[in-house]
């Protein structure tokens, strides 16, 4: 069995208290495939369907998935809304447009931490997504204790469904995420935000000096400071030049070899 379909199923195992995706009345297989795709990039494995269409189940649907097949292997199906949530305790809805309803609208990003704070109180979450033609009715959204509600444009502000779920998972992991981005493998270690210095480091000021003063004395060779009295705002404005590039140690080494390899033509 691949290694990615051993590690979802354990994840499944696992994770009791992570956010559950509940898709009502999904319509096409590929789409639902794409769900479970977006779901494991992001570290969610639970997934429900309340009365998918007929067929949906097919080899697109695990295409689509892209390796993330784990996922609906191991989905619930339910016959209605209600169903598919009475082990839970708190349920956000999305949706883009206005309803009537009195309930409390969120941000992906404000739901995100609203989130994190009820699951770290251990209350199980579930995140309930509409068909993709319609979105959900009105007697799906009262099951809904809060709405999630997207910055969208509002002259085109239909979601496709993968690409909803997307958004939220997104907004959820990275509220909870270690700061890593990125594949994260034995051989790749991941990135973080900022310059990468695995290899090297910002250069010092020694070693800016040390370069400013091998190209002042060079360009005083060649005559590049005319008129002689403009030199020291001419070697100002240089300085500050290259003060602002946040040059490494390795950068410095390689201008060095560039500057002498010019001058040695």
């Known amino acids: 069995m691949p290694k990615k379909l051993i590690k979802i199923a354990q994840k499944i195992q696992k994770l009791n208290n992570e956010p559950v995706i509940i898709l009502a009345?999904?319509?096409?297989?590929?789409n639902i495939g794409a769900v479970a795709r977006v779901m494991a990039n992001f570290d969610l494995y639970k997934?429900?369907?309340v009365n998918p269409r007929d067929g949906w189940m097919a080899d697109?649907?695990?295409?689509?998935?892209?390796?993330?097949?784990?996922?609906?292997?191991?989905?619930?199906?339910?016959?209605?809304?209600?169903?598919?949530?009475?082990?839970?305790?708190?349920?956000?809805?999305?949706?883009?447009?206005?309803?009537?309803?009195?309930?409390?609208v969120l941000s992906p990003k404000s739901a995100a931490k609203d989130m994190m704070i009820r699951i770290k109180n251990g209350q199980k979450i579930?995140?309930?997504?509409?068909?993709?033609?319609?979105?959900?009715?009105?007697?799906?959204?009262?099951?809904a204790d809060a709405i999630i509600t997207s910055p969208v444009n509002p002259e085109f502000a239909s979601l496709n469904l993968a690409q909803a779920v997307c958004v939220i998972a997104?907004?959820?992991?990275s509220a909870k995420a270690k700061g890593e981005l990125?594949?994260?493998?034995?051989?790749?270690?991941?990135?973080?935000?900022?310059?990468?210095?695995?290899?090297t480091r910002n250069a010092n000021k020694n070693e800016y000096i040390h370069f400013i003063e091998f190209l002042?004395?060079?360009?005083?060779?060649?005559?590049?400071?005319?008129?002689?009295?403009?030199k020291n705002m001419m070697l100002n404005n240089i300085k500050a030049m290259f003060q602002r590039q946040n040059l490494t140690q390795k950068d410095i080494k390689i201008l060095f070899g560039i500057f002498k390899h010019l001058i040695d033509e």
């Open 25 to 30: 009345n999904p319509q096409l297989g590929y």
């Open 47 to 49: 997934l429900r369907l």
């Open 60 to 104: 697109e649907t695990y295409s689509s998935a892209s390796g993330a097949s784990g996922i609906l292997d191991h989905l619930g199906i339910f016959d209605s809304v209600g169903a598919s949530m009475n082990d839970l305790d708190f349920i956000y809805a999305t949706t883009a447009r206005r309803r009537d309803l009195i309930k409390e």
């Open 126 to 143: 579930g995140l309930l997504f509409g068909a993709e033609k319609s979105g959900l009715s009105n007697d799906e959204l009262s099951y």
């Open 170 to 173: 997104y907004e959820f992991y």
């Open 182 to 199: 990125g594949r994260v493998t034995e051989s790749d270690k991941g990135r973080t935000e900022g310059l990468p210095l695995e290899k």
């Open 216 to 230: 002042e004395k060079t360009l005083d060779e060649k005559g590049f400071f005319h008129p002689v009295e403009k």
